[in-house]
């Protein structure tokens, strides 16, 4: 048995029976009327590239797609990022384009809180909405989207290639296409989101019968592919902070498939704030006793949590987002 397969199972059942959390519940309401989780208006989702030439893939078409993902598109403090992104893509002539104001959210968030068929809406309309647009690869600067758009849209019929940006930098930079001239001389740390990691692996398809020995224990013939967080994507953003001239990467305690959550994810942060702060604390502890000036992620949730984390300790620690120091290493 998969215990986090058990766990969303449960949260199925429990909302299909209405017991939801309220705090919960008021944000699938907003994600219904707006299409994001950030509690904010639909109109203002695109406000992020203001001033950038992108293809509006809502009005024209191609055949990569940046889709930046409800964080960062509503926290100003992380447009940087989205930014940066765009400039990455053009310089190593990439011909993509965004949904701007059209973009949706994944649904991600809305299946880890057990609201399955809020899920199912929105990637069925974000499938349609590429398929118009002649879209073949999805790259996304946010791990939660990576995940649901990698192992969850699937299921739901999409067959598109889908790269987080680490990936796609990291390719960008094995074949020349970036160059890195300048150094960072800093050391840092870097952390591994969960939905990049361990929840990154590729989907297998599987056929079989779910059959139950004395009406009981679950098994599955042929048995089901088994996800253990091990074939996750961990090398390509190491291998970006290796290849910057003059950083340092320090590696915590636990990382990889092991790494300790930021405390953001699965509506925790919403319904548990405490509970949520105090889990970065703890990333951030781990990540201080290494001697890093900065933690490093790949991911606006993880960045984000640890930013306010630092913030109300008042604390020294830096946040980056591995395309901020590429960025550092090329101008």
């Given at each position: 048995m998969e215990p986090l397969q058990a766990m969303r199972g449960l949260r199925f059942r429990l909302v299909?029976?209405?017991?939801?959390?309220?705090?919960?519940?008021?944000?699938?309401?907003?994600?219904?009327k707006e299409?994001?989780?950030?509690?904010?208006?639909?109109?203002?989702?695109?406000?992020?590239?203001?001033?950038l030439d992108i293809k509006d893939l809502a009005k024209e078409k191609a055949e990569v797609l940046f889709h930046v993902g409800c964080r960062t598109c509503y926290d100003d403090e992380l447009w940087k990022v989205a930014r940066i992104a765009v400039s990455l893509l053009k310089k190593a002539g990439v011909d993509f384009g965004i949904m701007g104001n059209k973009e949706a959210c994944c649904g991600g968030r809305a299946f880890h809180m057990g609201y399955r068929g809020d899920f199912t809406r929105c990637?069925?309309?974000?499938?349609?909405?590429?398929?118009?647009?002649?879209?073949?690869?999805?790259?996304?600067?946010?791990?939660?989207?990576?995940?649901?758009?990698?192992r969850l849209y699937p299921e739901a019929g999409f067959k598109s290639d889908v790269f987080h940006l680490v990936e796609f930098v990291d390719r960008l930079v094995q074949g020349s296409n970036i160059k890195f001239v300048k150094p960072v001389n800093m050391r840092v740390t870097y952390h591994d989101p969960c939905h990049l990691g361990r929840q990154g692996e590729p989907f297998i398809p599987w056929k079989g019968k779910e059959k139950k020995i004395y009406g009981q224990m679950v098994v599955y013939d042929p048995p089901k592919p088994r996800y253990n967080g091990a074939l996750g994507i961990y090398e390509p953003p190491r291998n970006i902070l290796k290849a910057i001239p003059g950083l340092d990467l320090v590696e915590m305690e636990r990382i990889r498939e092991y790494a300790w959550c930021c405390g953001a994810g699965g509506g925790v942060v919403d319904a548990y704030p405490n509970f949520s702060a105090w889990t970065a604390n703890e990333r951030i502890t781990e990540a201080t006793s290494t001697g890093a000036q900065?933690?490093?992620?790949?991911?606006?949730?993880?960045?984000?949590?640890?930013?306010?984390?630092?913030?109300?300790?008042?604390?020294?620690l830096k946040v980056y987002d591995v395309i901020e120091l590429v960025q550092q290493a090329i101008c």
């Open positions: 299909e029976d209405g017991q939801v959390l309220p705090s919960h519940m008021a944000v699938i309401e907003r994600l219904r299409a994001n989780m950030m509690m904010k208006p639909k109109a203002e989702r695109g406000r992020w590239s203001d001033g990637a069925q309309r974000n499938i349609e909405a590429w398929t118009r647009a002649g879209v073949k690869t999805v790259v996304t600067s946010c791990s939660d989207c990576f995940h649901t758009f990698k900065a933690i490093v992620s790949a991911c606006p949730w993880c960045e984000r949590n640890f930013l306010d984390a630092i913030s109300r300790a008042k604390g020294g």
